[in-house]
């Protein structure tokens, strides 16, 4: 059955040998299951047009130019690009960022570049469909999970977004945001860099100037979208860089889910990431926004991986909306991401549920801001992190209530499951309470597969592999309850999977 | 003592009392039954003033003083008391500051002295004895890890201190084995006198056969639908609720 | 800003004269201090640990030095009113920066070996013994104000318990601050407690004098095998006071220690407290309580280091905010790799009374073992509206019941005190501080 996909980098391990608890079985089952390949690696031979490496004013305007944009759109991409200029890459993190060289990178790659020189209709190259295919999205409506609209993207351009005619007839407009740019240019305008301003931060600064692809999502007033929507993104191409933006924009009284992959070849050398995804809901909307991030995570020496630097917001503008961001994050060698919520609308509600998964060499630094500026506000954090491995991973979140929430309210849940003693779990909660009416729980816990909860599953005669997946899941679930249908069995799966026999 | 007319109330959007009319005189003892969610708990949490619950229409009348226009504490102060469902606990505050608390607002009212430290010790050992509460939980903070017969117990024992007009016991037979039950109604018992009265909200009669009520009323829907005397409370165990419900809605 | 430039020009001036009038081996680390000074400046915002308080500006104004060591005229029985009576205290001063001779408890008090006197003097009795300790734990590198007081302290206070003594009396050090004209002071403590030694310790903060008074304080602690300290302080100063406290505490295996921090009375205070655990099985607990209220700024940031495995540490901070007072509290624990079966617990509580009191608050862990137990809990709210409701049922008012609950709010902190007049005066004076009757410094007027 075709399926959004949802790996690990470590296969299933049907048949696998039943390990035993001792410690050096477990660590040779740990060096096993860390010597897993990243089964998303391989890369598609196709035709791409890539442009020089470099960045300067002339590769802005270039890349304005290969979009056909029109003059606002470049001025805004140049505000940005000077911005940019002025500022230094961020070391805050709890992660070892390497000074990125910006001027290595291409920013630049088109695999459907040949087609288009013909100057016939847009066509899909074969081994692109091929390539979707093998990567469980299927671009041919026929075969695609029912419910489901994929906006494919490959490099620097989306390759085909399905479903958007079925979309228009209810008024929802779902393309790419350089299609959007040139269709619906005045929404683009309104909303584009209004809850991400270019100023934001250093990624969100480089984004803003050079961002390629990403998807458009527009809901009208009233409407309830009758399919999940997604965007896959795709690296292929050597020495680029992703620049994806997202804009999502739910009118008065709509509701939208929404679904997000990734993946990557397997390459020696770091490839940036650097997105953004905006969201606005007005009145009464809701929106929900779902990631399961597995970009390349680098081999089992660090070696390559994708940084992953991504600035998502959401503003909650309207009286009652509702935004909740849900993440499954088990890629990347280096994740830098704080899905955030501006609670404006009085009443509105925000939820933060997130589960990230570290092995091997990965850094992950995520979590998510909540600024509680309506009154009668209320937000949910629950964190769940899992380390294994050398990693590090870390939580990092802000809640705020200015001196105008009254009433605001927030519970936050952080916890760290530690699974080997190489690995570190850091917990980084920053509160700031502006007003007497708010109420701001936070608690977080640190802990470790038991032995005795061990031995109590082998009692009963389940495995120690498959007891470690039991209880990992068993701890993740809150989270994973949260994704869609399509998303939370595989999600399911990889967790059990990715983490067997880490305990050390 | 007691003039309730047509009493209206609600929490949040939710109207729970329908127009509840009751009269309770000096030294009676009457009794509140009814299945759940037929606003038993919420007559008596509007007596005595939980700002969760708004009143929407009738008046209540306490000695001749309107008491939905009191606060809180100055409808204790008159002499109104509740036992709570479920007390809830007050960690760092010790039982003995409570009361002490308690009992000098109560004389401020009045006009009297604070008791002082001596006395004050005096009269918790007196009423301790009354529902055989123990010094160890006198001694504890309020209600903190306190089981659910001490709890009510303690509840009895500050009805005791405060030594009320009207003493509201909101399911005080919840919870409770049959020795704590005989502790509680023999102590609710004892603080009979002909002048103090008594509302006893229950879902069963086993209480009622210790604390004998003069009236037993049935609330149903939010409103009283059926009132005679005890042996209503008998029948009540034999048949149940349905036959009153059968009865309200015909 | 650029507030460090008067300390950097104070230095290159007052250099000889800060030498003439102190130990060598205080002496000795002088000049690195100053260059670690120069090279961080006055910590601004950004800084990450101290990024809810700006010393920028608090470092600011032109205070007066006393350099010279001119003889201040004080009279400490003044603030021996002060005192936590019937506490059976052996009692001390410290007149600024430096310990008064003058005063002395009468012999006898102390047991043998037991040294409790002037840093600088003993210092240059004993050069060795304290260059082994001094300035080694409180790392002028790493933090701009320890290395300003590191460049300009010349005096202060010596604690030291030998092997296996027992100090059973509780030792009380009064901080006096006296002078006619704003007044900066750089106080410097060092403690010593050798294995198996005891020992309790209370340092009151107060004002004699209606001045601006900037105090920077260091304290090195030292708690060897099986050795225990009780380190309470309480600040009762007023409102034109600025304290920077950094306290440096290293543990050794088995020891045991209590670290307690009130704040009634101040204007801005900044207290860090770092606590390194060098040896296994070593516990300790820091808490603190914080009422404040009016313009208030109270900062409390702490980083425990489990640097071995199987020791306990205990956090417990409780702030409440009213009018428009400023509350942080910044708390790291920092588990090493290796440091196994480590159990660590933080909390902290806050209640704003006031729109414009704010709280901020960072309860921070970073783990790098696996067999570790932790746990933090950070909250910010309001008083329980159900046992307020309880209370008020039984005929207490609303705002007696708010008093009754604020105050087993704050008690539970005071609770944790293992000296037990001093935790009965705390409940008293919290009680009165709630109350409003403690409205600044007023300690000495109860008492009187």
Known sequence: MARMIIYSGIPSNSGKKVMETKSSDKNEFVRQVAEQKYEFGFTTDVHTEIIDKGLNEDVVRLISAKKQEPEWMLDFRLKAFRYWQTLEQPSWAHVTLPEIDYQAISYYADPMAKKKDDGKPKEIDPELMKTFDKLGIPLEERLALSGVAVDAIMDSVSVKTTFKEKLAEKGIIFCSIGDAIQQHPDLVKEYLGSVVPYRDNFFAALNSAVFSDGSFVYIPKGVRCPMELSSYFRINARNTGQFERTLIVADDDSYVSYLEGCTAPMRDENQLHAAIVEIVVKDNAEVKYSTVQNWYPGDENGKGGVLNLVTKRGELRGVNSKLSWTQVETGSAITWKYPSCVLRGDNSQAEFYSVAVTNNWQEADTGTKMIHMGKNTKSTIISKGISAGHSQNSYRGLVRATSNADNARNYSSCDSLLLGSDCGAHTFPYMDIHNDTAVVEHEATTSKISEDQLFYCNQRGIPTEQAVGLIVNGYAKDVLNKLPMEFAVEAQKLLSVSLEGTVG | ?250 | MQSEKQYIDLYGSCRDMLFSHSADVMNAVRDGAFADFSRQGLPTRKVERYKYTDMQSLFAPDYGLNINRLDIPANPYEAFKCDVPNLSTSLYFILNDGFYDKALPKGGLLPDGVIIGSLCKEAAKNPDFIAKYYSKIAKTTEDPITALNTMLAQDGLFIYVPRGVKVDRAVQVINILRSDVDLMINRRVLIVVEEGAEIKLLFCDHAMDDRRFLTTQVIEAYVADNASLDLYCLEETHAKNTRVSNVYIEQQANSRVNHNIITLHNGVTRNRTDLIFRGEGAECNLSGCVIADKEQHVDNNTLIEHRVPHCTSNELYKYVLDGKAVGAFAGRVLVHHGAQQTSSVMNNRNLCATKEARMYTQPMLEIYADDVKCAHGSTVGQLNDAALFYMRQRGISLKEARLLLQFAFANEVIDGIRLEPLRDRLHYLVEKRFRGELSRCEGCKLCK
């Open chain 2, 1 to 250: 003592m007691l003039e309730v007319k047509d009493l209206h109330a609600k929490i949040g959007d939710k109207e729970i009392l329908r127009g509840i009319s009751l009269t309770i005189n000096d030294g009676e003892t009457h009794a509140i039954m009814g299945p759940n969610g037929s606003g038993k708990s919420t007559l008596s949490a509007v007596l005595v003033g939980n700002p969760l619950y708004e009143v929407t229409g009738g008046t209540v009348t306490f000695n001749g003083k309107n008491l939905l226009d009191m606060k809180p504490e100055d409808r204790a102060h008159e002499g109104l008391f509740l036992s709570f469902q479920y007390p809830v606990e007050i960690p760092g505050v010790s039982m003995t500051n409570f009361m002490r608390a308690a009992i000098n607002e109560k004389r401020a009212y009045e006009g009297l002295e604070p008791l002082n430290a001596a006395d004050f010790l005096k009269l918790m050992r007196e009423k301790r004895k009354i529902v055989e509460l123990d010094t160890k939980l006198t001694n504890r903070s309020v209600n903190e890890g306190f089981s659910g017969g001490e709890k009510k117990r303690n509840e009895i024992f500050q009805m005791a201190m405060l030594e009320p007009k009207l003493a509201i016991l909101d399911e005080t037979d919840s919870g409770l084995d049959v020795d704590a039950m005989r502790i509680v109604a023999e102590g609710v018992n004892k603080l009979r006198t002909p002048q103090s009265s008594c509302i006893v909200i229950t879902h069963y009669d086993r209480l009622l056969d210790m604390i004998r009520p003069d009236v037993v009323h049935v609330l149903y829907k939010g409103r009283i639908v059926k009132t005679a005397g005890p042996e209503l409370a008998k029948e009540i165990q034999q048949r149940g609720f349905d036959w009153i419900k059968a009865e309200s809605e015909s």
